[in-house]
């Protein structure tokens, strides 16, 4: 017989309490009788017709184990629960297994979930990162719409971002309708700049004569003659009071690049050594990487990969490009407030 709700019971104390016969109340509720007697006797016994607490299994930890338990996983959030549990001895020296030591860990608000992934970052870096956003803090809207945010992207045939998700059963994990076969390196890749701004976008140039071997990447020469030269120094031109931020990889650095850019009159916004938080361009990669990925007919080969993003550059609102630049001021704000360490950007 199915368990009484709690409407159904205090349907059936009421009607108890109206004199109705216990058969009277079994043909109107639907149980059986020795429920109905149960369920009166507990009434009288508790004035509740709530179930009394069932003591259950025993726990294996004490109250004291369970707080030092949850204080060692926040001291060290990368140790397993299973290693933990090998390693703990609950009351009268029986083992707790890891599933127990789940259950206290999420009975204190602690959840399993892949670790944020960030740039290693030496004391020196911080302090860098950290001067940068002291510097700009009191910059407003008005001085970082004078900024082109600049950048490179490597853009590949089989991305492994980790967002792919599948629905099968239990236990059909390698069943050949659900493997997703993909190149270790990506397959075949195209190297993507550009730069944006707050109603301006410059690019997007796909890097020529870029292969996969040492040596093939972008380098300096190919930095300044598919890039400085025909994009950025004709663009500085134009808008004179422009601020160009590039990044310190080394085709940005040497020192061919930084004579020309002294020889054109470019002027230089320093950018910090491993701090992608403050160039609001990398937002904008992962948002053309999510749109290549939901194109309803995906780049299949290396020609056709550059045609892909030039569609997917040309489709990202630039409102929504706006909102990315103008949102340096909140991460100047949140990496002072982490003190140059990592942030939710």
């Not at 109705?20 to 509740?48: D, E, I, K, M």
């Not at 103008?326 to 949140?334: F, I, K, P, V, Y």
């Amino acid at each position: 017989m199915p368990r009484l709700s709690p409407d159904q019971r205090q349907q059936a104390i009421g009607r108890l309490d109206a004199r109705q016969s216990v058969q009277q109340v079994v043909r109107a509720v639907g149980v059986n009788v020795t429920t109905v007697y149960r369920l009166q006797q507990r009434f009288h016994a508790t004035n509740s017709t709530c179930d009394l607490r069932r003591r259950g299994r025993p726990r294996v930890t004490t109250a004291g184990q369970d707080r030092h338990l949850v204080h060692q996983h926040q001291r060290d959030a990368f140790e397993t629960a299973a290693n933990t549990a090998r390693n703990t001895f609950g009351v009268h020296g029986q083992p707790v297994s890891a599933r127990t030591l789940r259950r206290r860990l999420g009975g204190q608000n602690l959840v399993n979930r892949r670790p944020a992934r960030r740039p290693v970052l030496t004391a020196q870096h911080r302090l860098d990162c950290l001067a940068r956003a002291q510097q700009h803090a009191r910059w407003r809207h008005r001085d970082w719409r004078r900024v082109l945010f600049s950048d490179e992207k490597r853009f590949c045939l089989e991305p492994g971002d980790g967002r792919i998700r599948i629905w099968r059963r239990p236990g059909q994990r390698f069943a050949n309708i659900n493997i997703l076969q993909h190149d270790r390196w990506g397959g075949a890749s195209v190297m993507i700049w550009g730069a944006i701004g707050v109603s301006l976008q410059v690019g997007p140039v796909v890097f020529l004569n870029v292969g996969q071997g040492r040596g093939n990447g972008v380098n300096a020469d190919r930095y300044i003659n598919q890039v400085l030269l025909p994009y950025v120094v004709p663009f500085v031109q134009r808008y004179r009071n422009c601020l160009f931020q590039q990044d310190n990889a080394r085709p940005h650095t040497a020192r061919a690049t930084q004579d020309r850019l002294r020889h054109n009159s470019v002027n230089i916004l320093p950018h910090p050594a491993r701090s992608p938080d403050l160039n609001p361009i990398e937002h904008f990669w992962d948002i053309m990487q999510r749109r290549i990925n939901a194109l309803a007919r995906r780049p299949r080969t290396a020609a056709e990969l550059p045609a892909a993003v030039t569609q997917v550059w040309a489709q990202v609102p630039q409102q929504q490009i706006n909102h990315l630049v103008l949102s340096m001021h909140w991460r100047c704000a949140t990496v002072i407030n982490a003190q140059g360490g990592a942030t939710r950007y």
